[in-house]
């Protein structure tokens, strides 16, 4: 969830420890005013590894998207806030609401609370008349692609080359910020049947871009006009820290992945098991090819992904690392 993100740093799929007797009560409520904004803010910093006057989304802030109408939401475990996300929109004249950001704090991972945040973000813009939820995310990070994807059934409507000015966090370390656009539709997306890679490739599918025995991209030539699977590195940001150059290289190969699949007119049609992204030529029953639960031209910088006839108008927001 960035707004500088992506959709969530830590509201994918990170593995956690379930509490004894199962999972705890999460509550999540709609907040307002200035302890509550403090509240998000330091939360926001320490998921991103930040001081509080370098919070991802200032205080200030915060508490401005809370006043003038926007999705200020809070997560709490046993009366702790443990997550939190902040969205704008300009409902009811607006369609779309921009999720700017959504983090949850490490020791609540794999408890569900970024599920939770989402679910209630989207009855949220339900009942304010809104269609779809936008947000972007960093297509290297594999948990957050599968809870996207997967999880929520969210679509990718854009590629994005540079999106977001150097981010100097414990996360991003000033990374180029390529990122997705994830479009999610208030009204009926669904969940989709994660792929499996293997029945792919044995009907036809092309392994375009995989992760090498030495953790770094590795590139396969001349695709085919089947589905594309373009795989992710494993944990990018624990590869950022112990192999800057490597990491480098994921970022640029996957740009180039994306980039020539743009051209020929491909979309992202579903995630894999295995951590690879679907992409398939556009066409009429495109979904049904990896989503069967689930009912233009380059500029500088950004890759227009095909998209449905209905698609929103973009609003970008970050969610998870920025």
């Not at 999106?163 to 669904?190: C, E, F, K, S």
């Not at 992409?279 to 500029?299: C, G, K, Q, W, Y």
Request: aromatic share 6%; proline share 8%; net charge negative.
């Amino acid at each position: 969830m960035d707004p500088r993100d992506d959709e969530a740093r830590g509201v994918g799929t990170g593995v956690g420890e379930v509490p004894r007797g199962g999972p705890p009560e999460i509550e999540v409520r709609e907040l307002a005013g200035r302890e509550a904004a403090e509240a998000v803010t330091h939360l926001l910093a320490a998921v991103w590894g930040t001081p509080y006057e370098s919070a991802p989304i200032p205080g200030d802030v915060v508490a401005s998207v809370a006043t003038w109408g926007g999705c200020l939401l809070g997560a709490y475990v046993d009366g702790e806030l443990v997550g939190a996300t902040v969205g704008i929109a300009a409902a009811p004249n607006s369609a779309t609401l921009a999720s700017l950001i959504a983090g949850v704090l490490p020791h609540a991972k794999g408890l569900g609370v970024g599920r939770a945040l989402k679910t209630a973000q989207r009855e949220w813009a339900a009942a304010r008349g809104v269609t779809a939820i936008e947000w972007t995310y960093d297509p290297l990070v594999r948990r957050n692609a599968h809870f996207n994807l997967v999880r929520l059934g969210a679509d990718i409507t854009s590629y994005h080359v540079e999106h977001y000015p150097p981010i100097p966090d414990g996360i991003n370390d000033g990374d180029p910020t390529d990122r997705l656009l994830a479009r999610w539709d208030v009204r009926d997306a669904a969940p989709r049947t994660p792929a499996e890679a293997d029945d792919l490739l044995a009907g036809g599918a092309t392994l375009v871009l995989e992760e090498g025995d030495d953790g770094g991209p590795l590139r396969h030539g001349a695709p085919g006009q089947g589905l594309w699977l373009v795989g992710t590195p494993r944990d990018v940001e624990s590869l950022r820290s112990a192999d800057r150059a490597a990491s480098l290289d994921w970022r640029f190969a996957m740009r180039e992945v994306f980039l020539d699949a743009c051209a020929q007119g491909r979309r992202v049609v579903g995630f894999t098991r295995s951590g690879a992204y679907v992409l398939a030529l556009a066409a009429p029953d495109v979904r049904d090819v990896a989503a069967p639960a689930a009912h233009a031209p380059e500029s500088v910088g950004t890759a227009q992904v095909p998209t449905t006839p209905d698609a929103a108008p973009h609003a970008t927001g970050q969610e998870g690392p920025r």
